[in-house]
């Protein structure tokens, strides 16, 4: 009998402590993206002059905060990879000691262990893929607004991937991100495969069908962020406040999701895509399955 009741206690316990692990924290949205640039001054004037955001020094890194829980990093030294200026993606967590478990128990260890809030895994292809606490960030929780800011919000960061199902694995299996929507750049081929945070509108776009070595360019045109607008035309006028040069500050399209867009490259050649919260015509090659982003934060 009793040995019947202890066996009993453990299957109770591993059966819960099975179910505490399956149990996944919040992931509401996009923390921060940061980039490599080997044109500092250059990089202060894009990010700082013409997208309007003020700058803030932290260990050597620079910070512009976007909103109060959202910002970009900017790291002034030449990246370890040819050609590569993406460093790191994070998105915002309600527990990072929890999810850090969590992807423990997934057998997917901290590369980054937990420190201040934050902590880091790489995914299938080597990405650096950093966790955030919500609030965890006094610097940017407590920045003012910039007056000269051209967006409040970032809401999508892309990536190149090369093998879809080993990112879907641990995108969608493991953390729980949903189909957004997906297309290309004609009616038969998937090229851009947006996924939504799991209780959240930001989306990570997987930028697929890259060339094997790509250019500083075309790798500059995959691996970037974008900033929500609820009109082109008013990001178009801040640009132009802020004295934004060149014919890509006006340069308006619409995107085949629907979305109208605008491009601009920093002086790396890494990618800012403006894009509308809403579509304004029918998007090719699938319908959106997710809410759109607003203005308002996700938290």
Not at 93 to 120: C, N, Q, V, W
Request: overall charge neutral; charged content about 25%; some cysteine.
């Amino acid at each position: 009998m009793k040995r019947t009741l202890l066996l009993g206690c453990v299957i109770a316990t591993s059966a819960f402590m099975l179910a505490q692990e399956a149990k996944r924290p919040a992931i509401t949205g996009i923390a921060f993206a940061r980039f490599y640039t080997t044109d500092p001054t250059g990089a202060e004037k894009f990010y700082g002059n013409t997208l309007g955001f003020q700058r803030h020094e932290v260990g050597g890194e620079w910070l512009y905060p976007v909103n109060r829980s959202q910002w970009i990093e900017v790291v002034p030294s030449a990246s370890p990879k040819e050609n590569v200026r993406m460093a790191a993606v994070a998105f915002t967590t309600r527990d990072a000691a929890g999810l850090e478990r969590y992807l423990s128990a997934h057998g997917i260890k901290a590369e980054i262990p937990l420190k201040a809030g934050k902590f880091g895994v790489r995914d299938p292809e080597g990405n650096l893929v950093i966790f955030v606490q919500s609030g965890s960030d006094k610097l940017v929780a407590n920045a003012p607004s910039s007056p000269n800011a051209t967006s409040g919000r970032i809401i999508h960061v892309g990536f190149i991937v090369r093998d879809r199902e080993k990112e879907n694995a641990f995108w969608q299996g493991v953390l729980g991100f949903k189909p957004y929507w997906h297309g290309g750049r004609n009616e038969q081929s998937t090229d851009w495969v947006s996924l939504q945070v799991p209780e959240g509108t930001d989306w990570l776009e997987y930028m697929l069908n890259a060339d094997p070595s790509p250019s500083l360019r075309q790798a500059g045109v995959m691996d970037h962020f974008s900033l929500g607008v609820v009109h082109m035309s008013d990001a178009v006028a801040a640009l132009q406040r802020n004295k934004c040069e060149g014919p890509n500050c006006t340069k308006t399209q619409d995107g085949r999701d629907g979305k109208v867009q605008l491009n601009l490259f920093d002086p790396d050649l890494t990618r800012v895509e403006y894009m509308e919260f809403t579509p304004s015509k029918e998007p090719c090659c699938s319908p959106f399955t997710g809410k759109h982003p607003s203005a308002e934060e996700d938290k």
